[in-house]
T-cell receptor
Framework: GAGVSQTPSNKVTEKGKYVELRCDPISGHTALYWYRQSLGQGPEFLIYFQGTGAADDSGLPNDRFFAVRPEGSVSTLKIQRTERGDSAVYLC??????????????FGEGSRLTVL | KQEVTQIPAALSVPEGENLVLNCSFTDSAIYNLQWFRQDPGKGLTSLLLIQSSQREQTSGRLNASLDKSSGRSTLYIAASQPGDSATYLCAVKDSNYQLIWGAGTKLIIKP
């Protein structure tokens, strides 16, 4: 696609529910990142995929958070038993090369999650 | 541990002025530095990417410089316009490929 696409753009859910957020990266981009951003702050790293595998999931806050990228393209971020503190904008980014010395990141518009 | 700081946190200037946004980082062992723009409620738009071997990059009215030895980058915006109002974030890509982010500078251009 022309850019990184994220769905849904907005999600309101109740505490304790399960949520899935989807990211469709730019075609051909091998690296995919998930971040979350709270108001007035910079993005917080969650997980990084290189191809199908999670190369670094050290940013996932706890075991309620999980992400997959089964075919090396679309990724889904899954949040179980949501809590009010999970409310944030979840951003996805992709890059042609995941190596550190190249790779401009392109971001989607984000998915705004509100947990009531 | 790499830390990225952006000062000021907010800036308001009249339309037409040239301005400079600052980004500093504590560890000079970086691979690249990227400047982003974020409009309220929107995602991040990449403005300029400077590789560690480069000193500056230009795109239209924007010019970004990089001085690794002093741990500084600046984003210069010429002839500012109200449409430039947004939050500007810088991010450093370190040796572990992660981006380390500043908190951003909120820019308001007054008509």
């Amino acid at each position: 696609g022309a850019g990184v696409s994220q769905t849904p753009s907005n999600k309101v859910t109740e505490k304790g529910k399960y949520v899935e957020l989807r990211c469709d990266p730019i075609s051909g981009h091998t690296a995919l990142y998930w971040y979350r951003q709270s108001l007035g702050q910079g993005p917080e790293f969650l997980i990084y995929f290189q191809g199908t595998g999670a190369a670094d999931d050290s940013g996932l806050p706890n075991d309620r958070f999980f992400a997959v990228r089964p075919e090396g393209s679309v990724s889904t971020l899954k949040i179980q038993r949501t809590e009010r503190g999970d409310s944030a904008v979840y951003l996805c980014a992709s890059s042609y090369a995941g190596t550190a010395n190249t790779g401009e990141l392109f971001f989607g518009e984000g998915s705004r999650l509100t947990v009531l | 541990k790499q830390e990225v700081t952006q000062i000021p946190a907010a800036l308001s200037v009249p339309e037409g002025e040239n301005l400079v946004l600052n980004c500093s980082f504590t560890d000079s062992a970086i691979y690249n530095l990227q400047w982003f723009r974020q409009d309220p409620g929107k995602g991040l738009t990449s403005l300029l990417l400077i590789q560690s071997s480069q000193r500056e990059q230009t795109s239209g009215r924007l010019n970004a410089s990089l001085d690794k030895s002093s741990g500084r980058s600046t984003l210069y915006i010429a002839a500012s316009q109200p449409g430039d109002s947004a939050t500007y974030l810088c991010a450093v890509k370190d040796s572990n490929y992660q981006l380390i982010w500043g908190a951003g500078t909120k820019l308001i251009i007054k008509p």
